[in-house]
């Protein structure tokens, strides 16, 4: 099978063929997010850039998914995982695990029995579930909407330009539409614009495929074991022609279609933490209740920080474990003073994990199945996610799969589905066109519908719930069921479903409880629909004497696995008559016409006749002229006669040829139809249809944001964002007060003669006393200052301290601006002599007027001068260097704009003068034309070196002109 040669990021670069379309631009910068459960991933498309992974404020590829609320500001990444052992219950890891889930669901339960300190609850008002922090609460879709915000931080900060919106963001195997919704609110709240939800498999799938084109199809197998969850997928790739355009050459294209899925959403490298966890935890309990020796038995599980130490070790254990047989184990005071000292070997770990190493291949049996194959027609497997590094895994993977397939790892195991993402964004968004990778996926859960006549309560009732109508008990009750999404189907599809009815419609659209592969604890209901219109357009219609309307619903199933019903329409045939005109053949006229046409035919018969009888009294005559020749001329004759006998024959033949063309030319002409216009009455069909009224509602313990969910979120967002920017606020005036402190304490010490000439020993004590009190005040009074009082503070610090520092900057340094603008004036008296015969364009009351504005800069410098050495040096300066420049604005102006003056045209009485010269001479002869020529050309070309070197100085005095 072909493999990939070349993986790296670059290479992937290569494939990126961005180009702007015209006219349908969408995006700039695109954003792949594999949001993980532990750590997020972020991946890059933009123009003329290539395909990357995003590093953090901390220069990692990969991001902590956690959040701490410590004062009322927060922290993510490295930062809040940083602090995470000292403050467990501030901390909230893994927010994803719990968008769209109630609280008694598997995949959330399992966050309390792994020990995690902050774990969901239900609230009824949200219809979901929420985590309490610091005493105030947050909805899931908060938490990871902060940490989507972060994604757009941490890209920002990579250098991306502009306000980062459009994302594709990837989403388990397993993954329903409750959790999907709640992941798109998450990201709306963000601000993100999502332009699709992929499979995370499918996204490693897509990004294994990129430059992959089989000329037979391989069949693989996806082995994804991350942090919290195990998922399976085979899938298949193959190649196929593809036209660019209509007319365009096939290119052969590499393509991938999803077969089977399936998963275990509890076995990850979080499993073999808690393990792990659990075998310390029991080995602490020992010592420390040995230690008190008091007879009763206490479980340090119940105390946050302690096991937050204990998770952290675990995984630090799992990870050296991989690689080595053995690892001494310490945590100094890990809780009531006592230490934990412990040895683990990669023995004891297998021992403690191997039912979880036994869950680890039961997947792998169910996706083949689901996609009809056995491990003989896999041609290779690929492992992705960090729990497979565990080597025990890998030993188990080896014994499942036999010798015949090989554990692949062409591809980065963690960074490949945030890097396919981005691409599948680059595939989706109109800003960029990309290689061509054909991707199909498929959806594990099949989708049903269920149809009901729509309560009469529910017309006018909130969101259809209401008592249905009392039936009599000889009505039958109308309803309909379909399956419109099978198991295992492909997504991105639509599916019409039609039925004869006149009564509102009540649809529902669940999941199929019965199936085999839909998540345990799943609510089955997806959304609600009440369909309004039907009613009124069956009477409209039986009003008219119609039949019953047929109703039409549509339904997608989109490529981020969402299921919608997106029209619905009611139509019936109606058969009408209409009254139009048709030509029929009108047989009293065509009777006529043909008499007309039998008595024209008579009359040309006879004259035919007639003329007939002429030609052969012509003929007779003839014939008795000829007998009256002479004798002596029927010699001739006779020797005529046989060129004529053949001239004759000749024209014979072309007389029965031209004949024959006649006759074929004489066909007998149709005979014209005499029409007649008529009106009749014809019947025709036609179809009336009506576009139906559709509202949307849920039901169910889980719900997606309403409106007012949104708003309250946005509002809390909107407001812990200001927070986090007076806090960032704070802390720079923070550090810029103390700073200043140093500052001050410093120049006073180092700089004291130049300070001493511009100040009083007041106010350099006065100035020294500020700075200790201050100094004071910022560890004292000002730790829980305001970012207004820290602003008060400072300025009240720096204002003297800048006059002094600014009054003995300003003692040398107007000086040299005295000294570089008395330079600058002796340079344009200068240029002025020099313009008297360089620029003869330049009158002399122009070169006065230049030499005057001069003066008056030098008296202005000279009465500063002299109001500067007479004034207090410890008081504001009379004047500054910076206000020294500006005097020569006007002059400066006024010299740019003379030196620009073009010379004067030489005069044209030169020119003729050397024409005539020309001219006399050319009378010579050749030999002495081109001696002339030659010794003229060399008499003119002085004069042209003369020439440039004139235009060679004008420049630079121009150049001159402009620098002063």
């Known amino acids: 099978m072909k493999m990939f040669q070349n993986n790296s990021i670059f290479h992937l670069a290569m494939l990126l063929a961005v180009a702007i379309l015209p006219g349908s631009i969408v995006a700039k910068t695109i954003l792949g997010v594999d949001l993980g459960s532990l750590y997020m991933k972020v991946a890059l498309v933009q123009r003329n850039s290539p395909l990357e992974i995003v590093t953090n404020l901390h220069s990692k590829r990969k991001t902590e998914q956690i959040v701490l609320f410590d004062q009322g500001t927060r922290f993510y990444g490295s930062d809040a995982s940083s602090l995470f052992a000292r403050k467990p219950t501030k901390s909230p890891q893994a927010m994803s695990v719990a968008l769209g889930r109630t609280d008694d669901h598997p995949a959330t339960k399992v966050l309390a029995e792994r020990h995690y300190p902050i774990v969901p609850s239900y609230n009824e008002t949200r219809s979901g579930v929420c985590l309490t922090i610091d005493g105030e609460t947050f909805t899931p879709e908060e938490l990871v909407a902060m940490v989507l915000t972060h994604a757009k931080d941490i890209t920002s900060a990579f250098g991306v330009k502009g306000d980062v919106k459009d994302c594709v963001l990837t989403v388990p195997s397993f993954s329903t539409q409750h959790e999907r919704r ?12 999502v332009l699709a939800l992929i499979d995370e498999n499918t996204a490693a799938g897509l990004h294994y495929g990129i430059d992959l084109i089989e000329e037979e199809p391989q069949n693989m197998l996806f082995y994804n074991m991350g942090a919290s969850s195990l998922q399976v997928s085979v899938m298949q790739f ?39 966890v659990d075998y310390m935890a029991d080995e602490f309990n020992e010592i420390w209740n040995k230690k008190r020796n008091d007879g009763e038995a206490k479980d340090v599980r119940i105390f946050p920080r302690p096991m ?29 003073n006592t230490n934990y000292h412990s040895h683990m070997s990669r023995a004891t770990f297998e021992e403690i994990c191997h039912d979880l190493l036994e869950r680890s291949t039961a997947p792998i049996e169910e996706a083949l199945k689901a996609a009809n194959m056995t491990l003989s027609d896999i041609h290779g497997v690929e492992l992705i996610g960090g729990g497979m590094r565990v080597p025990m895994v890998q030993e188990g993977l080896k014994d499942s799969l036999g010798d015949g397939l090989d ?22 968004s109109t800003a960029f066109k990309v290689r061509h990778v054909g991707m199909t996926d498929i959806n594990p859960f099949p989708v049903i519908v269920n149809l009901e006549n729509l309560p009469e309560s529910s017309k006018t009732g909130l969101f259809g719930l209401g008592k249905k109508k009392d039936n009599d008990d000889d009505d039958e009750v109308w309803s309909k069921h379909a399956t419109i999404f099978k198991e295992n189907g492909k997504i991105g599809v639509k599916k019409t479903i039609a039925f004869t009815h006149d009564s509102d419609v009540a649809c529902a659209v669940d999941y199929d409880e019965e199936s085999y592969f839909l998540p345990e604890g799943t609510p089955s209901a997806i959304e609600r629909y009440n369909i309004t219109g039907v009613a009124a357009f069956a009477k409209e219609m039986a009003d008219k004497g119609l039949a019953k309307p047929k109703v039409s619903l549509q339904f997608e199933l989109s490529t981020s696995g969402l299921v919608h019903l997106v029209k619905a329409e009611a139509s019936v045939e109606e058969t009408y008559t209409v009254e139009e005109e048709e030509e029929v053949d009108d047989e009293e006229a065509q009777a006529e016409e043909d008499a007309k046409e039998e008595k024209a035919k008579a009359e040309e018969d006879a004259k035919e006749e007639e003329a007939k009888t002429e030609e052969v009294k012509d003929d007779a005559a003839e014939e008795e002229t000829k007998e009256e020749v002479k004798d002596d001329a029927a010699e001739e004759e006779t020797k005529e006669e046989v060129k004529d006998d053949a001239a004759e024959e000749e024209t014979k033949g072309d007389s029965t040829e031209e004949k024959a063309e006649e ?22 069909k036609r179809m009336l249809v009506r576009k139906l009224t559709v509202g949307s509602y849920h039901v169910g313990p889980i719900q997606p944001y309403n409106e007012f969910t949104m708003e309250e979120s946005v509002a809390k967002m909107a407001d812990l964002a200001k927070k986090d920017k007076d806090r960032m606020m ?112 330049v009158t002399e009351e122009e070169r006065a ?8 800069v030098k008296k202005w410098i000279a009465e500063k001068v002299e109001a500067q050495a007479a004034a207090d040096p410890s008081t504001d300066p009379v004047f500054t260097s910076s206000e020294v420049p500006l005097q020569t604005t006007e002059l400066q102006a006024a010299i740019s704009k003379l ?56 420049p630079s005095e121009d150049k001159e002109g402009e620098e002063l």
Not at 182 to 193: F, H, M, Q, R, V
Not at 247 to 253: I, R, S
Not at 779 to 788: K, M, P, S, V
């Open 663 to 684: 006759k074929k030319e004489e066909k007998p002409k149709k005979k014209k139809k005499m029409t007649k216009t008529i009106k009749v009455q014809k019947e025709k």
């Open 407 to 428: 554990l692949g790892m062409h591809i980065n195991s963690d960074e490949s589905m945030a890097l396919g993402a981005a691409f599948h964004g680059a595939n989706v």
């Open 730 to 841: 704070l802390e720079e005036i923070k550090n810029t007060h103390e700073s200043y402190i140093y500052l001050i304490k410093n120049k006073l010490i180092d700089f004291e003669k130049e300070i001493a000439a511009v100040s009083t020993q007041e106010q350099r004590d006065a100035l020294s006393k500020s700075a200790e009190e201050h100094e004071e005040w910022m560890y004292d009074e000002g730790y829980d200052a305001d970012l207004e009082t820290y602003t008060k503070k400072y300025n009240e610090l720096s204002a003297p301290g800048e006059k002094m520092f600014s009054r003995m900057k300003e003692v040398g340094a107007r000086d040299e601006a005295v000294t570089e603008m008395n330079k600058k004036l002796e340079k344009v008296a200068a240029l002025m002599k020099k313009w008297e015969t360089t620029m003869p364009q």
């Open 182 to 193: 709640a992941l798109l609110d998450a990201a709306k709240l963000a601000g993100l614009n």
């Open 238 to 276: 193959y190649s196929y022609e593809r036209k660019e355009t209509k007319y365009g050459k096939g290119k052969k294209v590499g393509a991938f279609q999803v077969l089977g899925k399936a998963w275990d959403s509890s076995v990850g490298g979080s499993a073999f933490d808690a393990r792990i």
């Open 899 to 954: 030196s620009r003056r073009p010379k004067p045209a030489p005069k044209k009485e030169e020119k003729e003068e050397k024409k005539n010269e020309t001219d006399t001479e050319s009378g010579e002869s050749g030999t002495e034309e081109k001696e002339d020529d030659s010794s003229e050309e060399s008499k003119e070309e002085p004069k042209e070196e003369e020439k440039e070197e004139e235009e060679d100085a004008a």
């Open 849 to 856: 007027d230049i030499i005057s504005k001069a003066d008056d």
């Open 308 to 336: 937050a130490k204990l998770r952290i070790q675990a995984n630090k254990v799992k990870h050296v474990l991989s690689a080595n047989n053995d690892f001494p184990v310490f945590i100094d005071s890990l809780h009531d």
